[in-house]
């Protein structure tokens, strides 16, 4: 079982690191609801 497994996610990626669409799909993958991603750009 994972540690993600039913639980409900919001996911805020970065443009320079992680995109929000990669860590989507990671944390589906491992089971989660995914209720908000989105990539940002901090400067």
Do not use: Y
């Not at 805020?12 to 589906?28: N, S």
């Amino acid at each position: 079982m994972s540690i993600l497994a039913d639980k409900k996610v919001i996911i805020i990626g970065d443009r320079d690191g992680i995109p929000g669409m990669a860590i989507q799909a990671c944390a589906e993958s491992a089971g989660a609801t995914v209720v908000f991603s989105s990539t940002e750009c901090f400067v």
